[in-house]
């Protein structure tokens, strides 16, 4: 106790910033590490609508792309536009149908929607096919000399 009573005595800005900086560090540290420890449980992987969820929990739930899963909810580029947190319940509101039959709908749409591949993240927008690929760093291009592995000294 008497090291924190030096330090507020003597370095109180530094120790001010030290103490903000260890309790953001903390605070979004275990954010990771309990959303982490969430989406590694498979009880929560592939789980059938309810009225709860929101587009987004569902595109992590099934490793869906949010615009996937907003497209077979029928909802534009805009995303949803009613009060609160966009829910399924609040979806249905809005569109002004009944809860079950969106949640019906979703049953038949999610299973024939393409999966993210591994590590992809489901918020990053669409990437654009293109044509061409990128040259591959394993293959020389017609570009890029080729460099030639000449025997050196040996090192020991």
Known sequence: MRLIGRLWREQRVAFIAFCVALSLTLFFGGRIVLRAVYWANPEHHRQDPAPWMTPGYLARSWHLPNAAVDGALGLDAQGFTGP??????????????????????LRKALPALRELPPGADPDAPPAAASPSAAPSAAAPSATTP???AAPGPARP
């Open 146 to 148: 080729a460099t030639s």
């Open 84 to 105: 609160g947190r966009p829910t399924l319940e609040r979806i249905a509101a809005v569109r002004g149908v009944p809860v079950q039959t969106l949640i019906e709908d």
